[in-house]
Every structure is written in structure tokens, then in C-alpha cells.
């Protein structure tokens, strides 16, 4: 699938707002198929309720769900405020996954 194709399914998912960050594009596009649906999927799930969501130390009203794909050293973090909207996805290497871990204060 292409990278807009992935953005679209993930809107309709989540809603229109959602904000895509880290190298989402470059990742996507590097993505095979099944990954890009194992991606779509988990949005899917956290979505439904069916993953539950961590609570950020430091803002209270933000949760934060985690993708860690075992093949792969990419990850994904789906944030969103509580009983409300999705914010952003962050999809990149495990390197910049760190380090936004580490802004929306998780260790």
C-alpha cells in the first residue's frame, strides 16, 4: 500500500485530526504489506479498546499506546487524550521511539 492509502485507513480509524510524526513516510514506505497491516490493525485494536492504553507520568490526560513489532526495530507510539481525541502517531526507528518515550515521560 502507499503511504496516503495508510494515512486514509488510519483517519478513518481514528479521525481526521490525528497528527503523523517521526519519519512516518519513509517507515511506511519501507514497510512490506504485512507490516503495514499488522500497523493498521493494532490502530484498530486500540481503537476498540481492545489494548489498553499507558497513562503518561507527567500529563495526566494523555495516554499512549506502544507498537513494537517483534521483527523489526521499528516503533510506534499512538497517543491520545483521555475519554477524547487521538493525537499523533509516531512511527520511526527505535532510537527516536526512545527518545519520544522518554518527552511524554516514560522511562
Known sequence: MQVDEIKDKIKVLVG??????GHFNLVVSNMNENMQQD?????KQCNNREIDPDPSPVDHNLLAFFFKPRVTNIRGILTK????????LFLDKHKYYDRERRKLGFR
Open 16 to 21: 481526521e485530526q490525528i497528527d503523523f510524526d
Open 39 to 43: 500497523l493498521v490493525e493494532w490502530i
Open 81 to 88: 487524550r483521555k475519554n477524547s481525541y487521538f493525537i499523533a
